[in-house]
T-cell receptor, first 108, second 113 residues
Framework: AQRVTQPEKLLSVFKGAPVELKCNYS??????LFWYVQYSRQRLQLLLR??SRESIKGFTADLNKGETSFHLKKPFAQEEDSAMYYC??????????FGKGTMLLVSP | DTGVSQDPRHKITKRGQNVTFRCDPI?????LYWYRQTLGQGPEFLTY????????KSRLLSDRFSAERPKGSFSTLEIQRTEQGDSAMYLC???????????FGPGTRLTVL
């Protein structure tokens, strides 16, 4: 069965500091990985997906199949990045398996 | 059409009562998904539809839960004989195809007293 692990419940950084939100997955097939974000009082929305290899709002994530990881990174955090971040895996059966999420708090 | 909508946004009910939630997907989206999210957890898959056909149901979906999408447009999720453990945020999402991004609604927060 597929599983997504986000080891940190909360990550607190200062503005301008680098950010890395960790995500590890367990899946026997070829996964498709996503990062979703939920800002305060807003709905869950897609931040990025690994197949598009885009950089959204300065965030990037690289799929490492050897380490089964898909960590989210940003070189310089901004206060508006404060939000709940969820890593998710699409297993090919049309469903998403989410991690428990990491709250990112960026202080001025 | 500004996205996936859900109604109601909040529902408070007493244990043992039945509740029904509605989801309106983005108009051209064939696939519709229901998830449940409890405190401290990520969304957990419940069921999904392709057009009007319900193609998969999670083991989380007990016999008290039923979902429909009668005309392949909006969907309803009914919970019968609610229990306190059903208290959660119920999320709906839709996508154009199986490989496309799932777009989420704002959710319906259910509180069972």
């Amino acid at each position: 069965a597929q599983r997504v692990t986000q080891p940190e419940k909360l990550l607190s950084v200062f503005k301008g500091a680098p950010v890395e939100l960790k995500c590890n997955y367990s899946y026997s097939g070829s996964p498709e990985l996503f990062w979703y974000v939920q800002y305060s009082r807003q709905r869950l929305q897609l931040l990025l997906r690994h197949i598009s290899r885009e950089s959204i709002k300065g965030f990037t994530a690289d799929l490492n199949k050897g380490e089964t990881s898909f960590h989210l990174k940003k070189p310089f955090a901004q206060e508006e990045d404060s939000a709940m971040y969820y890593c998710a895996l699409h297993s090919g059966y049309s469903t998403l398996t989410f991690g428990k999420g990491t709250m990112l708090l960026v202080s001025p | 059409d500004t996205g996936v909508s859900q109604d109601p946004r909040h529902k408070i009910t007493k244990r043992g009562q039945n509740v029904t939630f509605r989801c309106d997907p983005i108009s051209e989206h064939n696939r519709l998904y229901w998830y449940r999210q409890t405190l401290g957890q990520g969304p957990e898959f419940l069921t999904y539809f392709q057009n009007e056909a319900q193609l998969e149901k999670s083991r989380l979906l007990s016999d008290r839960f039923s979902a429909e999408r009668p005309k392949g447009s909006f969907s309803t999720l009914e919970i019968q004989r609610t229990e306190q453990g059903d208290s959660a945020m119920y999320l709906c999402a839709s996508s154009l195809t199986v490989i496309d991004t799932q777009y989420f609604g704002p959710g319906t927060r259910l509180t069972v007293l």
